[in-house]
Each structure stands twice: as C-alpha cells, then as structure tokens.
C-alpha cells in the first residue's frame, strides 16, 4: 500500500514558485512529524522543512523565508510552498513520515535519512533554470 504520493514537481525559472503536494494515507498523517527532503546527484541530502504535529515547523538554512511548509487535515496533505526559487533548489524533492518522538523535535528530524522514518514517498522532481 502506497503510503505517501507527492506531486507538484516541474521545471520553473529562476525567481518563480511551486507548490509540492504529499497525499499520505490515515496511518501516515497521524506521524508526529512530517516533512521535505531533497536531494540531487552529486549532492547530499538535505532536510527542507518539517512539521510537528502541534505545528511547530523547521526550515532549513538554505530556504527560511522562502519556503514554507503546511498541511491540510481534511485532505490529509502535506504542501512545501516554494517561492523565490533558486537553480540550486534544483533536486528529487521526497515526502516523509515518522511517529517517533524525538528530543529536539522537528530540527532533529531534518537531520535523518529517509531509511530512518516509517514513512517516505517516491519523489518528484523540481529543475529551476536560471
């Protein structure tokens, strides 16, 4: 069973914006945390943004102030909004879902892999050009 769907991904220019979506299934949105991971070829993976289940949120250095993350509870959906896009933004961009609850909350939970959580999606790709 598919736990995790994103979507959303494309190719933009440089300043443009796009909105991820990750439709995840009752077990998966009722994780403590969920969150964005992204990672390209030759680079390594970095934790974007996450969200507890209080809401509290984390962001990454490299996108606070220009990505911000939420989630819909009657559609049981995660979103990444993307603004102010940047060629370096450019990855496989991947949903993920644990409920273990970590001491130092959804800043820890940035720092993990994706083999770490219960729950992750397949990915979808964003490409910014400049």
């Known amino acids: 069973q598919v736990q995790l769907v994103e979507s959303g991904g494309g190719s933009v220019q440089a300043g443009g914006s796009l909105r991820l979506s990750c439709a995840a299934s009752a077990s998966a949105y009722s994780s403590r945390y969920m969150g964005w991971f992204r990672q390209d070829p030759g680079k390594e993976r970095e934790g974007v943004a996450a969200?507890?289940?209080?809401?509290?949120?984390s962001y990454a250095d490299s996108v606070k102030g220009r990505f911000t993350i939420s989630k819909d509870n009657a559609k049981r959906t995660l979103y990444l909004q993307m603004n102010s896009l940047k060629p370096e933004d450019t990855a496989m961009y991947y949903c993920?879902?644990?409920?273990?609850?970590?001491?130092?909350?959804?800043?820890?939970?940035?720092?993990?892999?994706?083999?770490?959580?219960?729950?992750w999606g397949q990915g979808t790709q964003v490409t910014v050009s400049s």
């Open positions: 993920a879902a644990d409920p273990y609850t970590r001491r130092g909350g959804t800043r820890v939970f940035l720092l993990e892999t994706l083999g770490d959580f219960a729950y």
């Open positions: 969200i507890d289940s209080d809401g509290s949120t």
